[in-house]
Each structure stands twice: as C-alpha cells, then as structure tokens.
C-alpha cells in the first residue's frame, strides 16, 4: 500500500510537470530530448544488468559481494554513459540537428548517477523498507518538478527538461545515500561473486527479450500501415497496459523480496503466492469481462469520438487482460527462486510466440494483431510460462492451473451483468453508462463469489488485511498526532 501510494504521488507528480511545462516549452523542445530518451531507453536494459535481482533474491549476502556488484554497476554505467556521448554525433547526423551532441553528452551522467544506487536500492528493497523508498522516489520527483519549472521559466528552453531530469536523477542518489546507510568497500576477489553475475546476466537477457518482443508490433504496423495504424493500435495498447503496470510495479517491488525471504520454508512460500495468485485471479476475470463489454463505451468516454477503430482493438486485446496479470506473478517465482536459466527459457519463448502471433495478425491490420496476440497469449504463452515455472519449487503447475479454472466461470458472470445493463441503457458515449454497466458487473460477481465457500474465504482475508493496514495507518498518525499535542 505505501509503495502504491508512492507510485501515485509520482505520477501526479509526472502530470503536473507535464501540464506546466507544457506551457512553457514547445513541442520542439519536448521532441529533441525525446530522441536521445529513444536511444537511453533501451541502453537501460544494461545499467542494472540484473545485480539489484541478485541481492535482493540472494538469502545470504556478505558486504564484500554486495560492494563487488556496485562497482560493477557502477563501471558498466560509465561504459553506457560513455556509449551515449559516442552516439550523440551519430544522432545529430542522422536527424539533422548538432543539438543533439549536447543534450547526449549532459543526459551520458544519468547512468554515472543511476548506476551508483543500484545496490543501495537494491539492499532497500531487500530489508523491505519500502516506505524510506517511497519517500525517496517522492521527493525526487518534486525535486524534478521544481528544477524543471524554474529552468523552464527562466527561459532555458530544452536544457530545462535536462536539468528536470538530471536533478531527479541527483536526489535519488543523494537521498538514498544518506537513507541506506550502506558504504561500498573495495573490491574483492574470491568472495563468490561469480554466481551473483550469472543469475544477473540472465536477468538482463531476459529484459532484453521481453523489450524487443515488445516493439516489433508497432514496427510492423508503421511499416505497413503507416501513422494512423500505429496511432490507433498504441492507444488501445495504452488503455489496456497502463492500468496493469500500475498494478504490478508496486506489488512486485514488495512480493519479490517478500517471497525471496521464504525460500527455506517452502510452505509457507508455497501459501503467501497461492493466496495472492488466487487473488489477483479473482479480480482479474471479471474486471476482463467487464473491459470486454464495455471496450467501446470505454474508449469513447476516454478517447472521445472517432475512434470506432480503437474501440474494437481493445475489445481484441482484452483476452490478453486475462493472460498478463497472471504472467507477471508467475514470473516472479523464478527471480525469487534464483532460476535465472528457466527465466531466460520462459522469456525467449514468450518472445518468439509474441513475435510470431504479430505476424500472424499482420494481413488483418491492427486489429489482426491484437487478437493474434490474445489468442497466442491465452492458448500458446500461458500454458508454456505455467510449465516452465511450475516444473520446480514449492508452487506446480497445476496450482497455477487450479487457480485460473476455479475462477474461470467470472468471467461470462461479468461479461453478461455488464452488457446486459450497456445494451439497455444504449448510450455508449456516456460515462453513466460506463459506471452503472461496471458497477453491475461487480456488484453482480460479487453476489456469485459470496456462494463459493472458498472464494468468500479469500475475500474475507483481503478485507480484513486492508481494515488492519487502515486501523495500523490510523493508529501510527493517531500517535504521532498526541505526540505533537504533548510537546506542545
């Protein structure tokens, strides 16, 4: 809860920067710095390189690894940073612009700084201290806001989206410094450093799949059909992602370390996922149904008209609204478990089958995609991921499998209470048709778990895990609120 309140903070933090400078930049200023974020984005892959993985999954760590892992961090920062500045040349030539050599060599110390906190964040994350995170990543960004603004205003034109962003970029390692606590000693060898690389460098391949899988769709459909395919494709895409990366970001930062540490009691390992899984499976059918139903009501209300086209790529896409919340928790068994051969496995065959399901859908368009996508998804990738990562440790494949069927039926229940409410309300532009047909669907899935003896087990236990974390957040500002009465 406190990271997925920090993950909000940040990104009305990230909207409000966004609405202001706005204002006071042009959308030439907005456009060059993107063009040296196009290339940063993928050489991030690397900053990392799957050592913060390491740590945290690692049960016992010493000090000479962790510092061994930040150097190494650290050096290949400096190598991408200096990748960077080589490429700035490369960039202004390629699109004309000699700006570009400057903003590329001032954006190379992003990795200079983001490179020193790995581990810091990373030994953070282990200890769980998830609300020092979250303060840190909060004021880094009102850090950013401020910095950006005021360059903005005081007519630095593009150079302000730079400082914006090498000043987050400072705080967060300033403040992470002093909050961690942790100084780095010099390296060390034979001090079993190699096992912590190679469950790295599996990590990092794994990204690098999953990133690459991940952009040849939109490369196809601009290829073939030109801006207005991608215009329409990627705003069904943003639709239906951004809400599940909302989600899962938060939730994975906590649940990774969490199962990491319960790896020598497998039962108990085996329990906190299924109770999870079960759960996210709970309210992942039903909210894809409902999404199914209401896919063109929903993109007219979001998107306004005109955008028939989106509307029916979403309703493709939305069989996939099934497979990936499930496909991020499955995955996490293999980083909490140190399985890095099995999660390079599972992300080079989700990569290839992702791939081909693209171009497969090709000939028919965007839409075509979308479903190949969903289809593959559900019928080819999930089986295949349910496999690889239930073959080993405490949780099998046919728990994962057990969990999905049981809760399969939600999703018609859902399906039918929404657009039985939508079609009789008949207005799809509305967004009280929106919310009465939404509302149905949960209200009418709600009243079906109260049936099952099982799934009203599992929903009791997440209501009263949220009323324990209210009383407790209560009660902690309770007493600090006295605390501050009395020294009055």
């Given at each position: ?38 290339v940063?984005?993928?050489l991030?892959?690397?900053k ?31 190598a991408?940073g ?14 004309g612009?000699?700006?570009l050599?400057?903003?590329?060599v ?5 990795f ?17 201290r ?7 990543e909060t004021?880094?960004?009102v ?19 730079v400082?914006s ?9 300033l ?23 190679s ?9 690098i ?6 952009t ?24 239906l992602?951004?809400?599940i990366?909302?989600l ?5 930062a ?28 709970l309210?992942?059918?039903p ?8 896919a ?6 979001v ?11 979403l ?16 995955g996490?068994?293999?980083v909490?478990q140190?399985?890095?051969r ?7 065959a989700i ?10 859908g090709l ?23 349910f ?17 999905v069927?049981?809760?399969a ?7 039918v ?19 009465a047909?939404t ?17 009203r087990?599992?929903m009791?236990r ?9 009383k ?12 501050g009465?009395?020294?009055?």
């Amino acid at each position: 809860m406190v990271t997925a309140l920090s993950q909000g903070t940040r990104l009305v933090t990230t909207l409000l920067s966004t609405v202001v400078l706005a204002r006071l930049l042009s959308a030439d200023d907005f456009g060059l710095v993107g063009l040296v974020f196009s290339v940063i984005s993928f050489l991030r892959v690397f900053k990392d390189a799957g050592l913060s993985s390491a740590t945290i999954q690692r049960q016992g760590i010493s000090h000479a690894q962790v510092s061994n892992l930040f150097w190494i961090n650290t050096g290949v920062s400096a190598a991408l940073g200096l990748v960077l500045v080589v490429l700035g040349p490369v960039l202004a030539r390629f699109y004309g612009d000699n700006r570009l050599v400057g903003v590329s060599v001032a954006l190379s110390l992003l990795f200079i700084l983001g490179g020193t906190t790995v581990q810091h964040q990373a030994l953070l994350r282990r200890d769980m201290r998830f609300g020092t995170l979250a303060w840190i990543e909060t004021a880094s960004a009102v850090v950013s806001l401020v910095v950006g603004v005021a360059a903005a205003m005081a007519g630095w034109a593009y150079w302000a989206l730079v400082a914006s962003t090498l000043a987050n970029e400072g705080a967060l390692l300033l403040l992470t410094w002093v909050a961690s606590g942790w100084r780095p000693q010099r390296p060390m060898r034979l001090v079993g450093t190699k096992p912590l690389l190679s469950f790295g460098a599996s990590m990092t391949a794994g990204s690098i799949l999953f990133v690459a899988s991940r952009t040849v769709d939109t490369l196809l459909i601009g290829r073939f059909y030109g801006p207005h395919g991608v215009g329409i494709y990627t705003r069904a895409l943003l639709l239906l992602m951004r809400p599940i990366e909302q989600l899962f970001t938060p939730v994975a930062a906590v649940f990774v370390p969490a199962l990491s540490r319960l790896q020598s009691e497998p039962e108990r390992y085996r329990r906190a996922f299924l109770q999870f899984f079960e759960t996210v499976t709970l309210l992942t059918l039903p909210a894809a149904g409902i999404g199914f139903a209401l896919a063109q009501p929903l993109t007219h209300v979001v998107l306004g008209p005109g955008w028939d086209e989106t509307a029916r790529i979403l309703a493709g896409f939305t069989p996939a609204a099934v497979y990936l919340p499930l496909a991020s928790p499955s995955g996490w068994l293999l980083v909490s478990q140190g399985r890095g051969r099995d999660y390079v496995v599972a992300n080079a065959a989700i990569a290839s089958l992702t791939i081909a399901a693209f171009v497969a859908g090709l000939p028919f368009g965007p839409l075509g995609v979308a479903m190949a996508y969903s289809a593959a998804s559900i019928l080819v990738i999930m089986p295949i991921l349910f496999y690889l990562c239930g073959r080993q440790g405490p949780v099998t494949t046919a728990d994962l499998w057990r969990a999905v069927l049981r809760h399969a039926p939600l999703w018609a229940v859902s399906y039918v209470a929404t657009a039985g409410v939508s079609v009789t309300l008949n207005d799809p532009a509305s967004i009280g048709t929106v919310f009465a047909a939404t509302l149905s669907g949960f209200v009418v899935t709600g009243l079906t778990v109260a049936t099952v003896r099982h799934d009203r087990q599992l929903m009791s236990r997440l209501a009263c895990m949220l009323f324990d974390f209210g009383k407790n957040a209560a009660r902690a500002f309770s007493g600090r609120h006295g605390k501050g009465e009395a020294s009055a």
